[in-house]
């Protein structure tokens, strides 16, 4: 009596079916790590969050009937595109999650503007960031700009721009103190301190000393909040 034998051999297409796979993943992860910020980031908000919209009103059945809106001192025609604010909302949002501990002090206020997002630093009385009336900074200002830099460092997309800011003296006898080449200073160190800490050199564009010539919207020249150093990060494409 002839045997029966069973049907064996198939494990091999098991095997392939793998390898074709893998090979697929290894040819996607090349593709992706040559694309530019803009594409790494519009696919990575695909994954996290698949059913956005990422346009004003999409066509599907489902309508975005309430997109982020954004104040634009600029007007309507220069505001930012809907996939630009939800690239600033998720960068703004991971960025308070790094700097979660400045995030909760009185030292640093993050607002994102049309084109950006602005990163406050207050030079308050009870938590200095520079000594007095100096460019130098303090154990705690060397902190909070590390902590910014190791933040921003991680998105490459955006220019840096630094701009330091103070209070009005009024009729003070500021002796030799210079508020221009004070402000100028400050932006200058705060530079160099986000620069090593990550930042690269080819993203800042700006460094600039206001003197008190841009108090903080709704406050007294001379209130101590007006002491500070803002760091804009700008889309590189409305830079």
Do not use: C
């Not at 979660?100 to 308050?124: A, P, Q, V, Y």
């Amino acid at each position: 009596m002839a045997k029966k034998h069973g049907h064996h051999g198939g494990a091999w297409k098991v095997a392939y079916a793998d390898f074709v796979t893998a090979m697929m993943a290894l040819f996607l992860v090349l593709w992706l790590t040559a694309q530019d910020e803009k594409v790494k980031a519009a696919i990575e908000r695909s994954f996290r969050n698949p059913f956005a919209s990422l346009v004003p009103a999409s066509p599907g059945i489902l309508q975005n009937k309430d997109p982020q809106k954004v104040e634009s001192s600029k007007g309507t025609s220069d505001a930012a595109s809907t996939v630009e604010l939800n690239f600033l909302r998720k960068v703004s949002e991971e960025l308070k999650l790094d700097m979660n501990e400045l995030d909760n002090s009185e030292t640093m206020k993050m607002e994102m503007t049309s084109d950006g997002i602005r990163i406050s630093l207050f030079d308050r009385a009870r938590r200095p960031v520079f000594k007095k009336d100096s460019s130098e900074l303090t154990v705690y200002g060397e902190w909070v700009l590390s902590t910014v830099a190791w933040g921003i460092a991680r998105f490459k997309g955006f220019a840096v721009e630094l701009e330091g800011h103070s209070e009005a003296r009024g009729s003070v006898d500021l002796g030799e103190l210079d508020l221009w080449e004070l402000t100028s200073g400050r932006a200058n160190v705060a530079r160099k301190k986000l620069l090593n800490h990550g930042v690269r050199i080819d993203q800042v564009r700006k460094v600039a000393g206001y003197s008190d010539t841009q108090p903080v919207s709704g406050l007294a020249p001379d209130d101590e909040s007006n002491r500070r150093v803002t760091v804009m990060l700008r889309l590189k494409t409305k830079a």
